[in-house]
Nanobody
Framework: QVQLVESGGGLVQAGGSLTLSCAASGRSGRTFSSYAMGWFRQAPGKEREFVAAISLSAGRTNYADSVKGRFTISINNAKNTVYLQLNSLKPEDTAVYYC????????????????WGQGTQVTVSS
């Protein structure tokens, strides 16, 4: 099992920045680097959508087109923590942001991730 805890959400004005953190823990018998980590978001009345993902072993990243150039996913293996830096925020970025984990390669669909955090709210005011 893997436990994920997000933090760092909040209220910010359009054009501002936030950094989200996702701390992983558990007794899966596998090292942190065995996993791929993803960030998803879900706005009210909408489906959960892919934001970004990173393969912890290879360091490969991918992003949704809507956030490319504005958001950056990164890792700190020593702390078993994944970060999502949100810059140039827009009101349409308002959502609950979720961290997710799966073994090995990244995926861009929620169904591909068996482990999820509880989510952290990001609200961008215009």
């Amino acid at each position: 099992q893997v436990q994920l805890v997000e933090s760092g959400g909040g209220l910010v004005q359009a054009g501002g920045s936030l950094t989200l953190s996702c701390a992983a823990s558990g007794r899966s018998g596998r090292t942190f680097s065995s996993y791929a980590m993803g960030w998803f978001r879900q706005a009210p009345g909408k489906e959960r959508e892919f934001v970004a993902a990173i393969s912890l072993s290879a360091g490969r990243t991918n992003y949704a087109d809507s956030v490319k150039g504005r958001f950056t996913i990164s890792i700190n293996n020593a702390k078993n923590t994944v970060y999502l830096q949100l810059n140039s925020l827009k009101p349409e970025d308002t959502a609950v942001y979720y961290c997710a984990a799966r073994l090995l390669a990244t995926a861009q669909t929620p169904a591909g991730y068996p482990y999820w955090g509880q989510g952290t709210q990001v609200t961008v005011s215009s």
